[in-house]
């Protein structure tokens, strides 16, 4: 099951080194590209040197319960009202989200990049405003 400060999972099968990286940016900074979808692909082809053991782990690690994915529902809606996704990106958890967990074909790469932002979704609503820099183009 997903937990915010279990990110250190994809370190162990190293999916993500580095996670203060961003995938490449791939669109000039004035587009509003789906940042999202963009980092998937990138995450895509980190997945393909994993074997199928190791993705399925990978899988089973990355399952949520209803109530975080209510909680994950709830934070992009907000984060599209405050204008720090945009909305392809807020139509991409959307779309991979249902309130009982992962909507069925999901991909991995998907879900990945999801609960990579999932902490900064569930902000509170007391804090600042902030909208993600064009050049960082991932959250």
């Known amino acids: 099951m997903y937990r915010s400060r279990g990110l250190f999972r994809f370190d162990l099968l190293e999916v993500a080194t580095n996670l203060t990286s961003y995938s490449p940016v791939t669109t000039s900074c004035g587009v509003h590209a789906n940042r999202l979808l963009e980092h998937a692909a990138w995450i895509n082809g980190k997945l393909d040197q994993l ?3 190791a993705r399925a782990r990978l899988e089973q690690m990355l399952e949520i319960d209803p109530h975080e994915a209510i909680a994950c529902l709830e934070g992009q809606a907000r984060a599209a009202a405050r204008d720090i996704i945009t909305s392809d990106e807020a ?3 959307y779309q991979a989200l249902t309130p009982e967990g992962w909507e069925p074909g999901t991909r991995l790469e998907v879900k990945m990049t ?3 932002i999932m902490d900064q979704l569930l902000a509170p609503l007391s804090g600042p405003i902030t909208r993600v820099a064009p050049a960082d183009c991932l959250l």
């Open 114 to 116: 999801i609960v990579s």
């Open 51 to 53: 074997d199928l053991d």
């Open 91 to 93: 139509m991409t958890i």
